[in-house]
């Protein structure tokens, strides 16, 4: 039974890996076919990171995912901390919309906000316009628009995980804190936010990594903003190169150190707290 | 004095939720313009033809039920296998399920399309003897494959948390009193794994109903999902009325399946209804 | 953040409503270089520093936008779309920032009928002489006298067969009746309305851009019933030919000689009935914020010499002859790339009424959504 548990375990693990592993072994392939392997080489790592459009598209989803998901820790951190002091009926709006945010389908999402920020647009655009004439200032799709759009999803993941993470905290430790006079505000800093730093942190990182891998809400809502993996399913319509297993490949190493240098922080502090003796 | 600062949130959400929502509504109402696009009105006309978007939802959902099935088949084994054979590992065993969660999934459902495609897999097959002429791209279950190939960390995670948690003193007191390891497994282990269960059944079966990417690099465009029928609308017909009608269906169809789920869920499993999504 | 806010509790609230105004605001690409942009009038008006292209992934020689950069001291932001639809899509939105867009030709009429186009200032382009370009891409019904448009690269619409097919594939006609007869599972049809109703429709003896409904219904039939006999219907084909999964597919002129400078045994053909033909064209948006630098853009680009060196990059075949002379042998005598002008002249450019066709459009999405 061990052994065939254990033997199962290795099969799933082969059937993740797979896939990657033959993105990586074909990004180092020399020849021009994606069928086939002709000997090492580096040069569609260069070809890659040299290709303005590609470097232009990866600093676009770098700083629409940092954007979004740091605008989704602001305001869903904001937002668990309040609701449960808030107005009954606000809350219960809140409730829903977060909710709706979580199971509306990404498509849909970016239909409506697609459709949305378009008449809005236009119309604001009308109103300006109308009243200043003189102004060149037109509003339209763009990098805001994804922003917006990836927050949504980003704040109602941060909301969720915070909240959990309130739930489960020991709310004694903030009426301590409430009880030795210490001002509210330094009672959010000094006690709620640091217990609440590793739910705030997961959070940004699932928003962030939501963001950055997002095709679907960008499709629609991209207007002439271009992330990766817009371009990269653009290039793939036109046909394959290794180029794009080359792309992909940078991604996961970039993503497994950043992995290994979060666990390595994390570990550290989590040794160091036992150590001190604090829970 | 936590109470404003929910405001932005809620300030955020009925700008870039509930009005999206809203005007999808109204534009549903609308009517297509010759060359493209929306003509304002007021008719139901649209929602009249949904009926020929009948094959786009029963695929949708037909298909993203097993999907999520296997999904569920494939990870609660795995999971169990990580919370009880994990040992010093765990972690890093753990984190390694997620890695390729982290990759682009385009990236990871394209490299699929090489795997079953003609050189792949079904090349392996022939030269092995074992099938000849095998066709796996384009085909259902190459759809199915690619749900579970890219959901499973989604449905892992929260199975292996619920396991985790299990304290293995129950588990032995169960075997004390004499039950064997299937009756300890089915009265003990399943029952108390059940909200996790619960809710990566939910975190896996809503995106799967949204999926664009995966019927289109691998259905081949023989599998026609929701996802595809309204990115043709936008990006083909470009009629945004009907887009909307569909979309707003769509909404309200993943509104009750949801609710049904719950329903299910907690009568199957009660008290675990207030862990929400997570 | 949070400190600061909870300070200022009382006006937190006007603060959020009004900085998400402001954010919508933010939304507009190509604010902050609008304010500076000029409309143009002037002959020696600024150029700006900023120019926003969407057009096709690989359609530009990267060395030649640098080099205009280089010379004007613009810089051209680059976005890659996977059809004139999503183009289109941005376009209509209104505002999109977007200067210059490289439609196919069909969707031209809609866009200049809807004023999302403008005119282009003939004179601002120095020697550019379309009267001696190939006249199957000039002077066309889509744009009567180039008003709007200036073809980039054209192509045709044809077949690329493999050696597994043994056989030719030489017709329409030939191809949709193997696709279930002797290569059943090995064919593909793009997934665009336009190429693949239309390819049909050519191969049951009727126009390119029929929207009878007699005919669309026979053509529905044809293609309803060739469906599970399809390996694929996607406008991705090179895949499956390079995998050896499809051995006759509808194919673009693109694909064609990159498919077969690849693999030499594979053929790119003209179908003896004829089929789509397509043009590309540049065209400067009603409302662009930098109309004087996409002229000069234009200028740039439409002089023979970087003419011919995008034309080496992209492999499509380029309009004005003069361009074509400048090219190497491998691209311009390149057969693929250039046929015959009278294989060419059998062809039709696809039309704006099928492209805007409702009828068609709801019976491809009755096509992909059959089993």
């Known amino acids: 039974?061990?052994?065939?548990?254990?033997?199962?375990?290795?099969?799933?693990?082969?059937?993740?890996?797979?896939?990657?592993?033959?993105?990586?072994?074909?990004?180092?392939?020399?020849?021009?076919?994606?069928?086939?392997?002709?000997?090492?080489?580096?040069?569609?790592?260069?070809?890659?990171?040299?290709?303005?459009?590609?470097?232009?598209?990866?600093?676009?989803?770098?700083?629409?995912?940092?954007?979004?998901?740091?605008?989704?820790?602001?305001?869903?951190?904001?937002?668990?901390?309040?609701?449960?002091?808030?107005p009954r009926r606000l809350r219960r709006t809140f409730d829903?919309?977060?909710?709706?945010?979580?199971?509306?389908?990404?498509?849909?999402?970016?239909?409506?906000?697609?459709?949305?920020?378009?008449?809005?647009?236009?119309?604001?655009?009308?109103?300006?316009?109308?009243?200043?004439?003189?102004?060149?200032?037109?509003?339209?799709?763009?990098?805001?628009?994804?922003?917006?759009?990836?927050?949504?999803?980003g704040t109602a993941l941060v909301t969720i995980l915070v909240r959990t993470r309130l739930a489960s905290m020991d709310l004694r430790v903030i009426e301590a804190s409430a009880d030795l006079y210490a001002p509210p505000l330094r009672t959010v800093c000094t006690v709620t936010l640091p217990?609440?730093?590793?739910?705030?942190?997961?959070?940004?990182?699932?928003?962030?990594?939501?963001?950055?891998?997002?095709?679907?809400?960008?499709?629609?809502?991209?207007?002439?903003?271009?992330?990766?993996?817009?371009?990269?399913?653009?290039?793939?319509?036109?046909?394959?190169?290794?180029?794009?297993?080359?792309?992909?490949?940078?991604?996961?190493?970039?993503?497994?150190?950043?992995?290994?240098?979060?666990?390595?922080?994390?570990?550290?502090?989590?040794?160091?707290?036992?150590?001190?003796?604090?829970? | 004095m936590y109470r404003v600062m929910g405001a932005p949130a809620v300030v955020w959400y009925l700008l870039f939720l509930a009005a999206p929502l809203i005007v999808l509504l109204v534009v549903s109402l609308g009517r297509r313009s010759p060359n493209g696009g929306y003509q304002p009105g007021l008719t139901l006309e649209q929602y009249g033809q949904l009926g020929t978007r009948w094959t786009a939802f029963a695929n949708t959902v037909e298909l993203g039920l097993v999907g999520t099935v296997v999904c569920l088949m494939v990870a609660y084994p795995m999971a169990y296998v990580l919370a009880?054979?994990?040992?010093?590992?765990?972690?890093?065993?753990?984190?390694?399920?997620?890695?390729?969660?982290?990759?682009?999934?385009?990236?990871?459902?394209?490299?699929?399309?090489f795997l079953l495609g003609n050189s792949g897999i079904p090349a392996l097959l022939r030269d092995l003897g074992i099938a000849e002429g095998v066709r796996l791209l384009n085909t259902p279950f190459a759809v199915v494959l690619g749900i579970v190939y890219n959901y499973l960390p989604l449905m892992i995670l929260p199975i292996f948390v619920s396991l985790d948690r299990i304290?293995?003193?129950?588990?032995?007191?169960?075997?004390?009193?004499?039950?064997?390891?299937?009756?300890?497994?089915?009265?003990?282990?399943?029952?108390?794994?059940?909200?996790?269960?619960?809710?990566?059944?939910?975190?896996?079966?809503?995106?799967v109903l949204g999926e664009y990417l995966i019927p289109v690099l691998l259905g081949g465009g023989q599998i026609y999902f929701l996802g595809n029928a309204l990115a043709d609308l936008f990006f083909q017909s470009r009629n945004w009325p009907f887009g909307a009608a569909v979309a707003t269906a769509f909404i309200a169809l993943v509104m009750v399946l949801i609710g049904f789920y719950r329903k299910a869920a907690s009568r199957l499993a009660p008290g675990t209804e207030q862990e929400g999504m997570l | 953040m949070i400190q600061i806010m909870t300070k200022r509790s009382g006006?937190?609230?006007?603060?959020a409503m009004a900085g998400s105004v402001l954010f919508l605001a933010a939304c507009a690409p190509g604010t902050d270089e609008a304010v500076g942009g000029e409309g143009g009038d002037a002959e020696d008006a600024e150029l700006g520093d900023k120019l926003t292209l969407a057009t096709w992934p690989n359609y530009h020689d990267p060395a030649i936008i640098e080099a205009f950069t280089e010379e004007t001291g613009v810089n051209v932001d680059v976005n890659v779309y996977g059809s004139t639809e999503e183009m289109e899509a941005l376009l209509r939105g209104g505002s999109s920032g977007i200067d210059i867009l490289m439609p196919t030709h069909y969707a031209v009429p809609g866009w200049i009928e809807d004023g999302l186009v403008q005119k282009i200032d003939y004179s601002k382009l120095g020697d550019v002489d379309l009267s001696t370009w190939n006249e199957l891409f000039v002077d066309q019904p889509f744009d009567p006298g180039n008003v709007y448009t200036i073809p980039k690269n054209w192509g045709t619409t044809g077949i690329i067969y493999a050696p597994e097919a043994e056989d030719p594939v030489t017709s329409w006609k030939e191809f949709f009746e193997r696709a279930s007869g002797d290569l059943t599972g090995h064919s593909v049809i793009v997934d665009h309305q336009i190429s693949s109703i239309g390819s049909a429709a050519v191969a049951l003896g009727y126009d390119l851009n029929t929207t009878d409904p007699d005919e669309l219904a026979e053509i529905e039939q044809l293609l309803v019933g060739l469906k599970p006999d399809l390996w694929a219907i996607t406008s991705d084909v090179q895949p499956p030919l390079r995998n050896g999964d499809s051995w006759s597919s509808i194919a673009w002129t693109g694909d064609g000689v990159q498919v077969q400078r690849d693999n030499p045994d594979y053929e790119?053909?003209?179908?003896?009935?004829?089929?789509?033909?397509?043009?590309?064209?540049?065209?400067?948006?009603?409302?662009?914020?930098?109309?004087?630098?996409?002229?000069?853009?234009?200028?740039?680009?439409?002089?023979?010499?970087?003419?011919?060196?995008?034309?080496?990059?992209?492999?499509?075949?380029?309009?004005n002859p003069a361009v074509q002379e400048l090219l190497s042998p491998e691209v311009g005598e390149n057969p693929v790339i250039y046929p015959e002008q009278a294989a060419i002249a059998r062809m039709t450019l696809s039309s704006a009424e099928a492209y805007n066709s409702e009828a068609r459009a709801e019976m491809w999405a009755r096509i992909k959504s059959s089993s």
Request: aromatic share 12%; with cysteine; hydrophobic share 55%.
């Open chain 2, 84 to 113: 009880t054979r994990g040992g010093r590992y765990k972690t890093i065993l753990l984190a390694l399920v997620v890695v390729p969660f982290w990759t682009s999934l385009l990236i990871r459902t394209y490299a699929w399309v």
């Open chain 1, 96 to 153: 829903v919309m977060v909710n709706t945010a979580l199971v509306v389908p990404g498509i849909v999402l970016g239909i409506s906000l697609l459709i949305f920020i378009v008449t809005a647009t236009n119309w604001l655009n009308s109103w300006i316009a109308y009243l200043v004439p003189s102004s060149d200032l037109r509003l339209g799709l763009g990098f805001a628009s994804l922003v917006a759009a990836h927050s949504v999803f």
């Open chain 3, 268 to 319: 790119y053909v003209i179908p003896d009935d004829g089929g789509e033909l397509w043009v590309d064209n540049w065209t400067i948006a009603a409302d662009a914020p930098n109309a004087a630098a996409a002229h000069a853009f234009l200028e740039f680009v439409l002089r023979p010499e970087n003419s011919a060196a995008d034309t080496e990059f992209c492999l499509f075949p380029h309009a």
């Open chain 1, 1 to 86: 039974m061990d052994r065939l548990l254990r033997g199962y375990g290795a099969a799933v693990y082969l059937f993740l890996f797979v896939p990657i592993a033959v993105v990586v072994v074909f990004s180092f392939n020399a020849g021009e076919h994606v069928a086939e392997l002709t000997g090492f080489s580096l040069r569609w790592y260069v070809e890659a990171w040299t290709n303005p459009f590609i470097v232009e598209a990866f600093r676009t989803s770098i700083t629409v995912a940092l954007t979004s998901a740091t605008i989704s820790m602001f305001l869903g951190t904001a937002a668990a901390l309040a609701m449960p002091s808030a």
């Open chain 2, 167 to 207: 304290d293995q003193g129950i588990r032995q007191a169960s075997k004390d009193l004499g039950a064997g390891p299937a009756r300890t497994f089915l009265r003990i282990t399943l029952p108390l794994s059940a909200p996790g269960i619960i809710s990566g059944v939910l975190l896996v079966f809503v995106p």
């Open chain 1, 195 to 279: 217990l609440l730093a590793p739910a705030i942190f997961a959070g940004f990182l699932l928003a962030f990594t939501f963001s950055f891998d997002d095709f679907i809400i960008a499709f629609f809502t991209r207007g002439r903003a271009e992330t990766l993996p817009i371009y990269l399913f653009a290039s793939i319509r036109r046909g394959v190169s290794p180029v794009v297993n080359a792309t992909a490949s940078s991604l996961l190493a970039m993503t497994v150190t950043c992995l290994a240098v979060a666990a390595v922080v994390f570990w550290r502090r989590g040794s160091n707290r036992t150590e001190k003796g604090i829970p």
């Open chain 3, 11 to 15: 006006v937190r609230l006007v603060a």
